[in-house]
Nanobody, 121 residues
Framework: QVQLVESGGGLVQPGGSLRLSCAAS????????MGWFRQAPGKEREFVAAVSWSGSSTYYADSVKGRFAISRDNAKNTMYLQMNSLKPEDTAVYLC??????????????WGQGTQVTVSS
């Protein structure tokens, strides 16, 4: 089992930045590719970004490419999502996940509870 806990969400103005963290415990964190997803009210869960187990490969949804950056620190059992130039449409609950590398929810076996990000003036 892998336990995941997100933090770093909050209210930010359009154009602002936030950094989300995902702290992992349980099975060896570095064994797993990791991903970030988001879900807005009334919408389906959406892929945001993914990172390979080593951190050497990263993948992004077109909607966040160039604005968001995913990274991980295996020594700290933590994954990050740096979000810049935030837009109101980025408002959602952001969830981290661990499992197999992919852009669909079914690729991941372990999920956190999520952290709310609200972009509004």
């Amino acid at each position: 089992q892998v336990q995941l806990v997100e933090s770093g969400g909050g209210l930010v103005q359009p154009g602002g930045s936030l950094r989300l963290s995902c702290a992992a415990s349980g099975r060896t964190f570095s064994n797993y590719p990791m991903g970030w997803f988001r879900q807005a009210p009334g919408k389906e869960r959406e892929f945001v970004a993914a990172v390979s187990w080593s951190g050497s490969s990263t993948y992004y949804a077109d909607s966040v490419k160039g604005r968001f950056a995913i990274s991980r620190d295996n020594a700290k059992n933590t994954m990050y999502l740096q979000m810049n130039s935030l837009k109101p449409e980025d408002t959602a609950v952001y969830l981290c996940a661990a499992g197999s590398l992919g852009s669909t929810s079914t690729s991941y076996h372990y999920w956190g509870q999520g952290t709310q990000v609200t972009v509004s003036s």
